[in-house]
């Protein structure tokens, strides 16, 4: 008889662990996925990044054969300098031509990518500058080869083809980080409340013993927090209870001065892994 009272309880014993147990996994899974994104993020980022790089070592190219070009064109009536600026001109509108089809490859990526683009924005603004560097060099070039009859028609009209796309990379690139601070933003963000039992009920938080049992409670009165800095909250009352779930270790009831509660969170990411909502019932 001994045996058959022990076995249930240890049964009962057993389905508690395991239900603490999946609340961590659970947790866990969260924190997993949530290092997934940012390491896609970072790989994103790195792949923009080396595009970018790669423009840039094009205009130190074309850099390189505007200055033979300027050696050459100092004799053009032999026929070597004229080979020699030949053979740079179509390079330098080869190599416009690569980097506008990299730039046009790049904004098409900004229109998928998850990163945050802060820091690109300063790259893309140094790009910028670059290209109207390099385009103001180029101008310069045309003007004096057309007066030996040297220049290649369409090269100003890629130069200028290449400083629009420039443009709109840039504005592009604007509208995706502000998107992605948003996303990041709300990301961070949570609400919680704490009233009497009395003002909870009457804001429709808590019904019949239930807290936020549907969607008809009023949001607006509830404080919304950024979890990343917001880590203390006075509850100005000597009575407090937590109505919402949060995993046991990852806050504490403290008394102030005052002998009234402090909730301190010492573990943001655990605490509200199982709810973005905070009440408190106060007295």
Known sequence: MKKLFILPVCLLALAACNGGKTVEE???QERDSL?????????????IMGAINEVQEGFRQINEAEGRITVAKTNPEGGSAKDVIRDNISFIQETMEQNRAKIEQLREKLKTTTVNVEKL??????????????????????????????????????????????????????????TIQQQDKDMHTAWFVFGTKAELKEQKILEKGDVLKNGNFNKDYFTKIDIRIDREIKLYSK?????????????????DA??????????PAKFWSTSKYLVIQVK
């Open 26 to 28: 659970k947790a866990q």
């Open 35 to 47: 290092m997934q994104v940012i390491d896609e993020k970072e790989n994103e980022l790195n792949e």
């Open 121 to 178: 924005t300063k790259t893309i603004e140094n790009l910028q500058a670059q290209l109207e560097a390099q385009n103001k060099n180029v101008q310069e070039l045309e003007a004096q080869l057309a007066e030996k009859n040297l220049l290649i028609a369409t090269q100003g009209e890629q130069i200028t083809n290449l400083n629009q796309n420039v443009n709109d990379l840039q504005s592009e690139n604007q509208q995706k980080q502000e």
């Open 239 to 255: 009575n407090a209870e937590l109505l919402t779930t949060h995993p046991n270790g990852s806050y504490q009831l403290v008394k």
């Open 258 to 267: 005052k002998k009234e509660y402090v909730l301190k969170i010492v573990d």
